[in-house]
């Protein structure tokens, strides 16, 4: 396979020709699996399909659940079950210590990663800073099928019971500053929501020394201003939750794939009912 990144995002001009790639990949490559799990994969689907799709989740705007009439979360459903069928997954759960000690080891060769994840990654390999030559080099970033997508974000707020809201507010007003802003996104890759800092060459210029210097600013900075924002919800975390488990069961082989999308939709309508 090529190692040019642009050469890779040539491989898989759509979805399917991504698993077709990977399905190549595992006919020579038997120790390594070509994705880590269904579930960073489901997330990376249902993230660009929700953005085109009315721009709603697993909720309406009015909170009413969505699973089995958002077409977002069923092509994102069916996307995983290609994956599982195509025998490509290295089963395992993000962000759980499996899913970690798998990286750092090589044990999948593709990870879905928005802006944040960077920051995952090479954090992992190198343990934080502890062999911080751990890796570099070694991964790279290449842009999927599909389009942009949003993935999740950080909210910052000041509590009601705070004894110093002023401070508390200055310093929120200061977190989410273009120059903070910016110093987040070299540090982790979190990509900024003010426009000045999304429009500033230091973004646009970005480029990722440990990604074997990756224009990152190039890659993921023309995707925030598209992306319009996704209604979560106010049971999204509880329902996420519990219809990823359906997700991970399907990757595991402990809920067949013929029962799946029941299950994934009985377990988010018992969350929007409780």
């Known amino acids: 396979m090529p190692t040019d990144r642009e050469e890779v995002a040539k491989l ?76 490509i997954s290295a089963k395992l759960r993000n962000f759980q210590d499996p899913w970690l000690a798998g990286m750092r080891k090589g044990a999948f060769a593709t990870v879905g990663c928005p802006g944040w994840m960077l920051g995952v ?12 030559d751990a890796g570099k080099g070694q991964w790279d970033v290449a842009t999927v099928p599909g389009g942009s997508g949003n993935w999740g974000g950080s909210w910052l707020a000041v509590p009601k ?15 989410t500053s273009p120059e903070a802003q910016l110093m987040a996104f070299k540090e982790g890759g979190n990509l900024p929501s003010t426009i000045p800092a999304q429009d500033s060459p230091e973004l646009q210029n970005a480029v990722n020394e440990w990604f ?5 600013g190039k890659i993921f900075g023309p995707s925030v201003k598209s992306l319009p924002p996704i209604y ?16 991970l069961g399907m990757d595991d082989g402990s809920i067949p794939v013929d029962q799946a999308w029941q299950r994934f939709i009985s377990e988010a309508k018992k969350v929007a009912e409780g």
Do not use: C, M, R
């Open 12 to 87: 898989w001009p759509t979805w399917d020709d991504f698993i077709a790639t990977g399905q190549k990949f595992q006919e020579k490559v038997t120790d390594v699996k070509f994705v880590d799990g269904l579930n960073t994969w489901f997330n990376v689907v249902l993230s660009q399909e929700a953005a085109k799709n009315g721009n709603i989740s697993y909720y309406t705007k009015d909170n009413q659940l969505a699973v089995e009439t958002n077409p977002a979360v069923k092509a994102a459903f069916d996307f995983a079950v290609k994956v599982k069928q195509a025998g």
């Open 121 to 132: 990654v090479q954090g992992t390999v190198t343990e934080d800073g502890k062999n911080a």
């Open 161 to 175: 019971q705070t004894k110093h809201p002023k401070e508390a507010a200055e310093l929120l007003n200061y977190l």
């Open 212 to 216: 074997s210097n990756a224009p990152i």
């Open 232 to 247: 979560l919800g106010e049971k999204h975390s509880q329902t996420k939750a519990e219809v990823e488990n359906v997700i």
